[in-house]
């Protein structure tokens, strides 16, 4: 059964820490995507990467980074959270050249205090 | 602006009945219009597909419709089961990215 495993389910942090989201997928896909979800917002693009060590913003990187130091794993940062970050967060995964079908991680609830 | 908006937050229906999910584009240029299904404590999932140059598509009891005059996009359901309530997305492909709806909370009632 493919899968794609998000570091934490919940995840409480204070204003100002650094914060480290975890996301690994075993389908060797190539393809790796960190959303957030918010209500009344649906799903927004925060980065994405086509391979290891590239990375590409997507539509709201502010305040955010990632690293992909080895394919199965891409990882989301927020240096220095806020609680306008207070969100879900959701990681997916996609072969090569497939960009419609995405698996997703079961998210991250954060919260920012 | 929001390229993809889905105008109905929540949508109910009797099992047995149609659910019929809408959600509406601005840019005439995205070549594959999606949904997505998502249930509570779990990560969205790929339901179908539709691309650009089509204006149906069937997969059993989901059926994907496009009008690209209106720029309109919906999702049949027939029969609806009391297992499709969920949240559905609706998202295009823009290059590689996918860009979603707000999404539509479906109540299939028994």
């Known amino acids: 059964d493919v899968k794609v495993t998000q570091s934490s389910r919940y995840l409480v942090k204070r204003t100002g820490e650094k914060v480290f989201l975890e996301c690994v997928q075993d389908m060797d896909h190539e393809n790796m995507f960190w959303y957030r979800q918010d209500p009344g917002l649906g799903l927004r693009l925060i980065y994405f990467s086509y391979d290891v060590k590239m990375k590409e913003k997507g539509d709201i990187p502010e305040g955010y980074s990632v690293s992909r130091e080895k394919k199965e794993r891409f990882s989301l940062i927020l240096e220095s959270a806020s609680t306008n970050q207070t969100s879900m967060y959701l990681c997916a995964s996609s072969d090569r050249g497939n960009y419609n079908e995405q698996f997703f991680g079961p998210g991250t609830r954060l919260t920012v205090l | 602006d929001q390229q993809v908006k889905q105008n109905s937050p929540s949508l109910s229906v009797q099992e047995g009945r149609i659910s019929i999910l809408n959600c509406d584009y601005t840019?005439?240029?995205?070549?594959?219009f999606l949904w997505y299904k998502k249930y509570p404590a779990e990560g969205p999932t790929f339901l179908i597909s539709?691309?650009?140059?089509?204006d149906k598509n069937e997969d059993g009891r989901f059926t994907v419709f496009l009008n690209k005059s209106a720029k309109h996009l919906s999702l049949h359901i027939v029969p609806s089961q009391p297992g499709d309530s969920a949240v559905y997305f609706c998202a295009v492909n823009q290059g590689g990215k996918l860009i979603f709806g707000q999404g539509t909370e479906l109540s299939v009632k028994p």
């Open positions: 840019n005439s240029m995205f070549d594959y």
């Open positions: 539709i691309s650009s140059i089509k």
